[in-house]
């Protein structure tokens, strides 16, 4: 059974971005998969601090909830990343989560010695939410910082789910978008069944 990890990064619960990623996770599970959800606002982890102990030894010395996450991602199929647009870019947790990722980077390029599998197919996901209406490059910032988050994890970003103006009309009274979120989790999941 293929698994799927997703990781939910909004500091709000049951909100436009968790009901958005829920809509995906209710469309992967129309096939057989195994899905993990995290929320990042209820795990207990610290910044990176750029010690560099990830250069020297390829694991990151903080004991946290961040050993877990770094198990799930390497054993899954399947990584969604499903984000709030503060500012421009990604929440502050859902940074902090990508720049403890270093670990990766370090790991594979300055040791030459991968911490993840890089045998392993992924493929990933991203959700965005932003409160403001809808204008050109409105998620342009985040596409990059997503684009090397998974390929320091060794997972082919495959997929983007945009919602603009949920200030004013959230995404559980937008029926396009929640269908959208259901068939590119549901799409999601037959791809993974190949990988």
């Not at 971005?17 to 209710?26: F, N, Q």
């Not at 988050?149 to 009309?169: G, L, V, W």
Request: glycine share 4%; net charge positive.
């Amino acid at each position: 059974m293929k698994k799927v990890l997703a990781v939910m990064g909004s500091p709000r619960k049951n909100k436009n971005t968790d009901k958005l990623l829920d809509k995906v996770i209710e469309g992967l599970k129309t096939n057989e998969v195994e899905v993990k959800k995290a929320y990042l606002k209820d795990l207990k982890f610290s910044p990176c601090i750029s010690c560099g102990n990830c250069e020297r030894t390829g694991d990151c010395f903080m004991d946290d909830d961040m050993k877990s996450m770094y198990e799930d991602f390497n054993s899954s199929d399947i990584i969604i990343i499903a984000s709030p647009l503060y500012f421009n870019t990604v929440s502050s947790l859902t940074k902090m989560m990508i720049d403890r990722c270093q670990v990766y980077w370090s790991s594979k390029y300055v040791l030459k010695n991968p911490s993840i599998d890089v045998n392993k197919k992924r493929i990933g996901m991203f959700i965005c939410v932003g409160g403001a209406p809808k204008r050109e490059g409105h998620f342009d910032a985040c596409i990059p910082v997503m684009d090397l988050f998974f390929k320091a994890i060794n997972t082919e970003y495959r997929e983007n789910i945009f919602a603009s103006h949920t200030d004013e009309i959230p995404v559980w009274e937008r029926k396009e978008i929640l269908d959208l979120a259901f068939e590119k989790g549901k799409e999601l999941s037959k791809h993974s069944i190949n990988i």
